[in-house]
């Protein structure tokens, strides 16, 4: 519920001689709205009615320009608003006329948790305790109010992710504004309507009677806290210059910032947090991972985001990128197993090897790949697996099936197609293993990927493993990328979104709710109620290549921005493999 008593107490404090409407809705607007008034906040009336707003969308009900910049308005003009009857909402004006008031408003609640977490690392949870915060109804929204000397004008964007969408387009999903000088926020006691999405707000703890006024050092940390999670930036704003072969795959973020005396903040899953040797008070500089691919810095400062060669040219040579290819960093790639995380994965799987179940949902025209696809399997190093193949289609592939090795079980659903989902399924309720895996029929999978995605679920006692990072390669341009995802509306969990071919999965969590009857079903699984908990990922792109040709399930967008050109040697990662998919280059242009 919102703070009450305390607004109360002030609002019969004012003006005595205003009459309030004894209704409980309208004389509890009032009440906020003297109160607040009295604190020194500007409020104005919200309308419910988009069609009464200025442009169509919600806002004053009536020119309020006055109250925005130049005077907070009367107890009788209040009492005007709020005590005459209809369904008026309430919102404060921040900005220099309420006292240099600002908001930091964050979307979801999981968007609140990273949030919080950034701004603990750097000893923000006691100034977090002192903010007056007001939480939405849905998703958790939270809005954060605090007093400072120099507070934003309008609206800025501090995080946001791009939604996928048609080629050529661009959609944002912004995650964390800053509210400043012209703007204005729905506060609680406002009827659901007045919100941006039908939301009711209310206070958690503290109202805006009782705004502290922060440091300018405190207002830096929390928006360079919301700023850690941002998942795009304008390509125009990403130096990605061409380096040496493999200098990105390579070479650590450690290597190239630790000699210029950045500091890593903290390690935030796969990812970390910066200072560069400038910064001398808390807060942060620079993020690798959270929003982005681990192969790209975000500079908070300057919004502009780097790859590892690009930084390397830009801080050492200026942006000397000739300059800058001569000189060759050692690699610092250790092996995955000799990794800390590698050697409790593999101490895991040492203690137990429970039944994995690798399904294959097929297809006829997938007669070329599918030999590949099950050498993959039968060349995995965790030898407690099964493969369960269902084909549908005009061609039965049964003639592909190895008939020396038992493990491959396979079943031919007939000449009718089914989605994705609906075999995906079928194929779970014939497998027989403890576990579940994905191994698509048209990709590549290192012989470790089993080993290790097992590993990390059982060492994290985890319900699902994912990767995140992964490699795409285009047999008939020979073109290579690096694709990472944000799923940012879930990034308590799923900071990245798993390629649907890589998941690994314990039984119990597809029973609990199987795919949906799709062809494009990753995501509605991933996401479905109750699995906001227990996963890892394995940032590992070694792990597996996707194939990209004409044939494919999906239309991948190479021009997005969660893609990346990659410019390693593909034959480094898939060995003599590369061979099998080279020959394919003619039919699949």
Known sequence: MYCRGSVSERAHAVEKNVVVDK????????ELALAYAKAGISIIPISPNEATAPQGSKGPPFDCREYLQRRIATPEELHKWFSGGGQLGLAAVLGPISGGLEC????????????RQLADFQGGSGLLEKLP?????????????????????????LAQFEIPSEPGVIRLQVLAYVRGEGSWTVLPGSPAACGDVNEVYAWVGRDLTDVPTIAEDERQLLLESASCLNAWVDPGAILAPAGPDGFDSSVTWE??????????????????????PERTKPGYCAVTGIGFNRNLLYEIRTGRAYTKFGAFAAFYFGGDFEKARFVRLPPAQASRWETSKGRRYLNAIGKTQPLVSCIMPTTGNRRRFLPQAIRCFQGQTYANSELVIVCDGEDDLSDLIPRDDKRVRYFY?????????????????????ELIAHFDDDDWSHADRLSFQVGALLAEGAEFCGLPLILFYAIASGEVWLSQTPALLHPSLWHNSPAGASFLYRREFWSRAPFPDAQLCDTAFIWAAGRQDRAVMVSDYRL?????????????????????????????????????????RQGCK
């Open 544 to 584: 597996y290549v996707a194939m990209i040709h004409r044939g494919n399930t999906v239309d991948y967008r190479t021009d997005s921005s969660y893609w990346s050109p990659w410019r390693g040697d593909i034959r480094e990662i898939v060995g003599d493999d590369l061979d099998f998919y080279l020959s394919l």
């Open 104 to 115: 930091l408003d964050l979307v979801h609640a999981d968007v609140v948790k990273l949030f």
């Open 133 to 157: 915060a007001a939480e939405a109804s849905i998703d958790g929204r939270t809005r954060l109010y605090y007093r400072c000397p120099n507070p934003a004008s309008g609206d800025g964007r």
């Open 23 to 30: 209704s409980l809705n309208h004389a509890r607007l009032f």
């Open 255 to 276: 290597k190239i910032l630790g000699p210029l005396r950045w500091r890593k903040v903290k390690d935030f899953g796969e990812a970390a947090v910066w200072h560069s």
């Open 413 to 433: 659903l007939g000449r009718d197609r089914h989605t994705v989902g609906s075999k995906r399924n079928s194929a779970c309720e014939r497998a027989k293993g």
